[in-house]
């Protein structure tokens, strides 16, 4: 059981924020995290693609941060990507999401070696002159298209697809989705596909409960050919589970939910300024958040004996609701209104809990809250 701590928040958790997340670019990180967290809200409210959110990234340098250097880009490493990826979900957890998922297609036509196509793709991407983003949920954790989910089949030199991406951020702003389906015989394919290829369809945007802005969409395929120059891996059994697979939900996504839980802990250090009582809340989530942190920094570097992804999730996940739920309570009724970023941080959290969320961890947590204890 965690004890109680009472030390003074104003000169023993602070610190450890920036040291955590140190980094060459923090002060203007800093800023460009104030920015966005002005632009947040009234994206939020507006539902639509967020203009001035993502140029705000691309103004930065931030849509180069994951782009090798030899394209045009930053060539970033993971571990200070991270912190990047928590700072800007600090500010805007929709322009962090966003972001994900264009560097999740990055990464995916980075890891397929010297392939033309997918070299293109890159300089293209990295020229700011295209954007990328990935449809691969059906492949890992989404059953929401079931038996419609896309699915390929082999004619002569050619694969054609047939199905939806459920889940696809951004789509209707991208030059180039990165996917995959699965053949007649259990393998699977991961290809890049142009959004003006005959037969592909960008579906209205779902209304999600937050993140409305991420313009999140289904895209259909209806008799859609790739070739062979598309191919970025495959065919193989499993192709997810392989080196570079454009996954979407593993440290990343828990960097995330660090970064929006800092915004609300350090929204709730504010409060505590002129409210004593909160002062312990605030100390405690400020080392829950420390020891998370932590625990993704060691399992991103490999480290010994540290966390699985998923054992970090869970605990990103948790930290994240209880968190801005903790915010939105001591703002009371305030927080509650639309103008108030309470709320907004609340609502937002919930995507943890369901988006790219492993089933281990997410039975987990239905375990947790029901309160049921594991053995």
């Given at each position: 059981m965690r004890q109680a701590n009472t030390m003074n928040p104003t000169t023993s958790t602070l610190p450890a924020w920036a040291e955590l997340l140190d980094d060459p670019a923090d002060?203007?990180?800093r800023q460009l995290t104030v920015r966005l967290a002005t632009l947040d809200g009234p994206a939020d409210e507006a539902g639509v693609w967020p203009i001035e959110l993502w140029g705000e990234l691309v103004a930065a340098g931030v849509s180069r941060w994951s782009i090798p250097a030899g394209h045009g880009g930053a060539g970033v490493a993971r571990a200070q990507l991270l912190a990047r990826y928590a700072r800007i979900a600090e500010g805007s957890l929709t322009a962090a999401f966003i972001l994900s998922q264009h560097d999740a297609g990055v990464r995916r036509l980075a890891a397929a070696g010297e392939r033309p196509t997918a070299r293109w793709w890159l300089d293209?991407?990295?020229?700011?002159?295209?954007?990328?983003t990935v449809g691969i949920s059906h492949l890992t954790t989404s059953k929401r298209a079931g038996a419609e989910a896309l699915h390929a089949e082999v004619e002569g030199e050619r694969f054609k697809l047939n199905g939806i991406m459920p889940w696809v951020t951004a789509a209707e702003r991208a030059d180039v989705f990165v996917s995959g389906a699965s053949l007649p015989d259990g393998r699977q394919i991961l290809f890049s596909l142009p959004f003006d290829r005959a037969g592909v369809s960008v579906r209205p945007p779902f209304p999600l409960a937050a993140l409305q802005a991420s313009c999140t969409a289904e895209v259909a395929c209806e008799n859609v050919y790739v070739a062979e120059n598309d191919l970025l891996a495959g065919p193989a059994e499993n192709v997810m589970t392989h080196p570079g697979a454009a996954g979407t939900g593993g440290i990343e996504t828990s960097a995330l939910a660090l970064g929006q839980a800092r915004a609300a802990i350090e929204a709730l250090w504010e409060e505590s300024l002129t409210r004593p009582e909160l002062a312990e809340p605030f100390?405690?989530?400020?080392?829950?958040?420390?020891?998370t942190w932590k625990a993704l920094a060691a399992t991103s570097e490999g480290t010994p004996n540290s966390p699985t992804a998923g054992q970090v999730r869970g605990e990103a996940n948790a930290l994240v609701l209880r968190a801005t739920q903790a915010y939105l309570t001591a703002r009371k009724g305030s927080g509650f209104l639309r103008s108030e970023p309470a709320q907004r941080w609340a609502r937002q959290a919930l995507f943890f809990l369901v988006w790219s969320c492993p089933s281990p961890v997410a039975n987990a947590t239905i375990r947790d809250l029901a309160g049921l204890c594991e053995a």
């Open positions: 002060s203007q990180l293209a991407i990295g020229a700011s002159l295209a954007f990328t100390v405690a989530l400020s080392l829950s958040w420390v020891e």
